[in-house]
């Protein structure tokens, strides 16, 4: 879950970026539209890892043959 959270919160700060400092208008209000949906799955994702207890495997090491 920590990577997905890491990912949302990166996919805000992209998104973010393009609505404030794209050139186009059209793909600035995507930008914009776009925003709120994300925050509302980085939030659910958060409250899914705390709730959670079972380890990322992204962060665990291979296992031993």
Not at 15 to 21: C, L, P, S, W
Not at 22 to 50: C, F, M, T, W, Y
């Amino acid at each position: 879950m920590t990577r997905i959270v890491k990912d949302h919160e990166s996919t805000l700060n992209l998104v973010q970026d393009i609505a404030d400092n794209a050139k186009n208008p059209e793909l600035k209000a995507v930008g914009r539209k776009a925003i709120p949906h994300i925050r509302q799955h980085l939030a659910d994702a958060k409250r899914i890892a705390s709730a959670t207890t079972l380890p990322d495997k992204a962060t665990q090491p291979a296992p031993r043959k």
